[in-house]
């Protein structure tokens, strides 16, 4: 008696080969070669009857029947693992893996205080952990969890809140010395300001702000312009050549080292949002729960 599902592997070969682009990606992100991955999907073909892919020399495209043969089976591989991650932290020691993108920001000075009880505790759990800034989509890239900060789109997604993080100014010294003080907020345009591009926009971030009890959003303009990592203004400002907004957690360590003082502090104060966020429609494992738990303070 023949196994019904004997051919899963050939099916997983064309979900990867549609999801990379190419057999010679698909190859690398399976350890093989593209000419194996060529006769796994031409053996999947026959079985169903149907012409799955368009193969020409400089592309690969889905033709219908594939379409719909590739969301079915991304949703049947959904269920598959939806059963793994409820069995996962089934036991009395919590096991499984957490896949979870950070940005730089969060990463480097908030995250690592918060994951040590939480590996300390539940060493068996695997966290794979990527830090950028770019937003990653969590459904088509496998991400159990991911760490937003400010406000959150009407994506869908679900979020939880993990704290609300003050902003400040701050700038070296030795700028403060050579340019003074600004005493208002229209004062900053006669100073070096570092403005930051944000990926998500391609805009400058606004600077967010208080003066005389209103919120005030006003955008920085200057010679020295930062895309991709946020932690870049902060370096150019310690190094003399101006003035940049950041979290309130990374400026505070700064201040009380000498290394920066904080500008314009009455116009300071005002917030923004980090969440952590997971798709609704994905079971989270245990591990993942513990892990949203761990992060948000909660008891574990």
Not at 23 to 31: C, F, N, Q, R
Not at 71 to 78: D, G, H, I, T, V
Not at 153 to 182: I, T
Request: hydrophobic share 45%.
């Amino acid at each position: 008696m023949s196994r019904r599902f004997d051919h899963l592997g050939d099916v997983e070969t064309f979900v990867t080969v549609v999801e990379k682009g190419s057999m010679t990606a698909g190859a690398v992100a399976l350890a093989t070669t593209p000419s194996v991955l060529s006769r796994a999907i031409t053996r999947l073909e026959a079985r169903l009857g149907v012409q799955l892919l368009r193969r020409t020399t400089r592309r690969l495209s889905l033709t219908e029947q594939g379409r719909l043969y590739l969301e079915q089976s991304r949703a049947a591989f959904a269920l598959i693992d939806d059963a793994e991650r409820a069995m996962q932290g089934q036991g009395d020691e919590l096991t499984g893996s957490v896949r979870l993108s950070v940005p730089t920001t969060y990463a480097h000075h908030r995250l690592p205080a918060l994951l040590q009880p939480f590996c300390t505790r539940h060493p068996q759990v695997r966290v794979e952990l990527n830090i950028t800034n770019r937003n990653v989509d969590l459904v088509a890239e496998g991400y159990d969890l991911a760490i937003r900060m400010g406000p959150l789109p009407d994506s869908g997604l679900v979020g939880r809140q993990l704290e609300d993080a003050p902003m400040c100014l701050l700038a070296a010294p030795d700028y403060v010395a050579r340019a003074g003080m600004p005493a208002r907020i229209g004062d900053l345009a006669q100073h070096a300001c570092l403005p930051f591009v944000m990926p998500s926009t391609g805009r400058v971030a606004p600077w967010i702000l208080q003066e005389d009890g209103r919120d005030v959003d006003w955008t920085p303009h200057g010679s020295l312009q930062v895309s991709d990592d946020v932690l870049g203004v902060v370096a150019l400002a310690l190094s003399g050549l101006g003035i940049c907004q950041t979290y309130d957690f990374i400026a505070r360590p700064l201040f009380a080292q000498g290394r920066a003082v904080e500008v314009l502090a009455p116009a300071c104060g005002r917030s923004r949002p980090v969440s952590v966020i997971y798709a609704p429609h994905r079971r989270l494992s245990s591990a993942s729960r513990a892990l949203i738990d761990a992060l948000a303070g909660a008891p574990a």
